[in-house]
């Protein structure tokens, strides 16, 4: 009898296990990478953020129009000037294949700065450091600092721009943020 009941609870579980591989819960689509591949071993990939629809959060002292709405953002001096953001990434055909965060600090106080995060779920993470000031043109360059999966053996650089929608479109966005990365594989050394 007890030999039965274990047979059973093991082929259970066997039946449990082929029926999750076959008829998985959970079918993620990856999407596919739109990378520009050059003949230096780098690429460069571009992601947009069309504002505001792409905002998820949005945390500043003052803020008018906190999102989400009902947001406290904390008042303590050690918060003035900094400004908090979550965002929705696209690719460059306009599929959301991620998440960032942008940091930025304008305070007397400390060193003005901006910082990115993005996520990517399917290749992995990179956390990029802006410089505060806009080049010619309206870009903002930055370094890639640290990275994960696919790109924790890059470095490089990614440029931040705005541009404004000019469509005069109902609905459309007030504008887009713009980030094109431009990574090279590290060498090796021997």
């Known amino acids: 009898m007890f030999k039965t009941f274990v047979f059973g609870i093991l082929l259970g579980v066997a039946a449990a296990a082929a029926a999750l591989y076959y008829v998985p819960v ?8 739109l990378i520009v591949v050059h003949p230096n071993h780098g690429n460069t990939e571009s992601f947009r953020v069309n504002v505001p629809m792409d905002r998820i959060l949005i945390g500043a002292q003052g803020q008018a129009r906190p999102e989400p709405v009902g947001l406290d953002w904390p008042m303590d001096e050690q918060f003035s000037g900094l400004r ?6 696209r ?8 998440v960032a965060s942008r940091i930025s600090s304008n305070s007397d106080e400390r060193e003005e700065i901006i910082e990115w995060v993005l996520h990517l779920p399917a290749r992995g993470s990179f956390y990029v450091e802006m410089q505060p000031t806009a080049a010619e ?29 000019t469509s005069g479109f109902e609905g459309a966005p007030a504008g887009r943020i713009e980030l094109i990365t431009v990574f090279v594989n590290q060498e090796a050394e021997l």
């Open 26 to 33: 959970v079918d993620q689509e990856r999407e596919q990478s």
């Open 84 to 89: 908090t953001e979550l965002f929705k990434v």
């Open 91 to 98: 690719n460059a055909k306009d599929v959301v294949v991620g």
């Open 137 to 165: 043109g309206g870009y903002r360059i930055g370094e890639l600092r640290a990275g994960t999966r696919d790109f924790i053996s890059l470095e490089g650089q990614v440029t931040e721009r705005w541009v404004a929608d």
